[in-house]
C-alpha cells in the first residue's frame, strides 16, 4: 500500500511531510508534490504533517480523488526528489480552501 498526495496540494506545496519522510518518496514539481508508490514503505508519517490533509492511504482516498494515484506514479517518473523542507509559495495560504484546482496543475 501507498500513500497519495491529491489535489488540495495543488499551488500550497507545502513541504513539511517531505522532511519526516525516511525514505525520500516525495517529489516535487512546479506546483504540486507526489509520493513514488514503489518507494513509499507505508509508514504514515506524512499524512498527520499535511497542514491541507492532502495526504492519504490510497485504501482511503476520497471520493473523485482516486485518480491522483495514478498520477503520483506517472509524476514520481519525471520530477526529482525532495527531501527537504522549502518555505511555501507565498501565495499558498491564498489556495487552501480551494477545490476543483486539478486543472492548474503544472507539470
Known amino acids: 500500500m501507498t500513500f497519495v498526495v491529491t489535489e488540495s496540494c495543488i499551488k500550497c506545496k507545502y ?7 525516511p525514505v525520500d518518496c516525495f517529489h516535487e514539481g512546479p506546483n504540486f508534490l ?8 507505508d509508514c504514515t508519517l506524512c499524512e498527520p504533517e499535511c497542514p491541507v490533509e492532502a495526504i492519504y492511504s ?11 494515484l495514478q498520477l503520483n506514479a506517472e509524476l514520481a517518473q519525471d520530477w ?8 511555501a509559495p507565498e501565495d499558498a495560504a491564498e489556495w487552501e480552501n480551494v477545490s476543483d484546482k486539478e486543472h492548474l496543475l503544472e507539470r
Open 80 to 87: 526529482p526528489v525532495i527531501a527537504e523542507k522549502k518555505d
Open 58 to 68: 490510497e485504501d482511503e482516498l476520497p471520493d473523485g480523488q482516486e485518480h491522483f
Open 34 to 41: 507526489v509520493i513514488d508508490p514503489d518507494e513509499c514503505i
Open 15 to 21: 513541504t513539511d511531510c517531505v522532511e519526516v519522510c
